[in-house]
C-alpha cells in the first residue's frame, strides 16, 4: 500500500521560511515524478509545483516561482518542499502527490496523480 505523508507545516509570519517535507512508502519514488498542490477552503486544489523522477527538471506555479524550491531524495524515498518569503496568500494545506505513470512529467493536472498524502496546513499571519 503506497503511502505519502506531510509533515514541517504550522504558524509562521509573513516573510518566514518553512521546509515541508513529503515520505514515502510502499513505492519506490525514483521513477516518478512528484508534486506539491494546495488548497484554501471553498477552493480547487492549485498546483505548487513539481519535480522530475530524477529531479533534474522542477517546475514551479507563477504565485510561487522564485520563493518556493522542490528537492528529492531518491535513496530516503523523500520530497521537500522549501518555502521562503512566505505571504498570507499562502496559508493552505500542502499536499504531496506521486505522479500515475513513471517518467513522466505530465505534472501540472490533478488528474495525472494516483497517490496523495493528509496534507500539511500552513498558515501565514500578516
Known amino acids: 500500500q503506497v503511502q505519502l505523508i506531510e509533515s514541517g507545516g504550522g504558524l509562521v509570519q509573513a516573510g518566514d521560511s518553512l521546509r515541508l517535507s513529503c515520505a514515502a512508502s510502499?513505492?519506490?519514488?525514483?521513477?516518478?515524478?512528484m508534486g506539491w498542490f494546495r488548497q484554501t477552503p471553498g477552493k480547487e486544489r492549485e498546483f505548487v509545483g513539481a519535480?522530475?523522477?530524477?529531479?533534474?527538471?522542477?517546475e514551479y506555479a507563477d504565485s510561487v516561482e522564485g520563493r518556493f524550491t522542490i528537492s528529492r531524495d531518491n535513496a530516503k524515498n523523500m520530497m521537500y518542499l522549501q518555502n521562503v518569503s512566505l505571504k498570507p496568500e499562502d496559508t493552505a494545506v500542502y499536499y504531496c502527490?506521486?505522479?500515475?505513470?513513471?517518467?513522466?512529467?505530465?505534472?501540472?493536472?490533478?488528474?495525472?496523480?494516483?497517490?496523495w498524502g493528509q496534507g500539511t496546513q500552513v498558515t501565514v499571519s500578516s
Open positions: 502527490a506521486s505522479v500515475r505513470t513513471s517518467f513522466t512529467f505530465a505534472v501540472y493536472a490533478a488528474s495525472n496523480y494516483d497517490y
Open positions: 510502499g513505492r519506490t519514488i525514483s521513477t516518478y515524478s
Open positions: 519535480i522530475s523522477w530524477s529531479g533534474r527538471r522542477t
